[in-house]
């Protein structure tokens, strides 16, 4: 090779197919690590889903002990009677004469009030291309249409006792109720529903799911209303069930108990003798 231009023509030759060899070898090295990168963040993403889903079995299985052991009796208290609309002794008389005109007060704006964000739901794993049984009804003129896994309607209590209703929670904790709870909060948010009509929409969904059993109705709406977060207790005599449910307002001529320093209105096909529980789910803080 005496051609000094062949020669230096075979050098760069060289270097090119060395450089594009280490490019090669820098592109794979990428691509593995990245690779390895993925998967050290989905094996650490199921190992923390794991942990949380156990703990959200714990926090079941301890409430479901406590309701074995917590229920006892409680005598309703009379609903105060409604409050006569105030009427004057007589119609007013208007004077056509002219007055003094009002004086003008300064509106004052009130400095903007901090809200309490609500933290999200504990929520269990369950798997995201589940298909349940659909159900539609009527929601104050709206159609409401979700579906829902059929355990929530299959799942009978045993015994309306203590007992019964630990091993119906335990169940019920078993299915894909996060499901249907996260269809009504969609329907919730897209209509901007408040607390209480919130509390109807899980009602009449309960409805809708046992519509001829008004103890496993009430069971239902229980359980769904308490992952919903809200302050429901579950009551029962004989073999009777109801749902009872504190209010920020005062309800003239409704029946209730009072438990941990909170009146919980009974329906009013409740006896006044009744068997519940003072004590509450560990998220339950909304109060309808």
Do not use: C
Request: glycine letters at 4%; proline letters at 8%.
């Amino acid at each position: 090779m005496k051609n000094p231009t062949l020669k230096k023509g075979f050098v760069v030759l060289i270097f090119l197919v060395l450089l594009l060899g280490a490019n090669t070898l820098k592109a794979q090295t990428f691509e593995e690590f990245q690779q390895q990168i993925e998967k050290e963040y989905t094996d650490f993403e199921k190992e923390t889903q794991q942990q949380f889903d156990q703990f959200v079995a714990q926090i079941d299985a301890e409430f479901a002990d406590f309701l074995a052991t917590s229920f006892k009796s409680f005598e309703a208290t009379a609903g105060k009677p409604k409050k006569p609309g105030p009427k004057p002794k007589a119609p007013p008389k208007f004077d056509q004469k002219a007055g003094e005109s009002p004086s003008t007060i300064q509106a004052k704006t009130p400095a903007p009030t901090q809200s309490n964000k609500r933290l999200p739901n504990i929520q269990k794993a369950e798997p995201g291309d589940f298909r349940g049984t659909p159900i539609s009804f009527d929601f104050y003129g709206a159609s409401i249409k979700v579906d829902y896994d059929p355990r929530l309607k299959n799942t009978k209590i045993g015994s309306v006792d203590p007992d019964g209703i630990s091993e119906y929670w335990l169940a019920l904790s078993e299915s894909y109720y996060n499901h249907l709870l996260k269809q009504l909060r969609e329907f919730q948010t897209d209509i901007n529903l408040n607390d209480f009509a919130t509390l109807q929409l899980i009602q009449k969904t309960a409805k809708a799911i046992q519509p001829n059993e008004p103890a496993h109705q009430a069971l239902l709406a229980w359980f769904l209303l308490t992952r919903s977060r809200f302050l429901a207790k579950i009551a029962y005599h004989e073999n009777q069930v109801f749902v009872l449910l504190p209010s920020l307002q005062t309800r003239y001529g409704e029946n209730f108990v009072l438990i941990d320093n909170r009146p919980y209105y009974l329906p009013s096909a409740a006896p006044e003798n009744i068997k519940t529980y003072s004590g509450q789910f560990p998220e339950a803080d909304i109060i309808p």
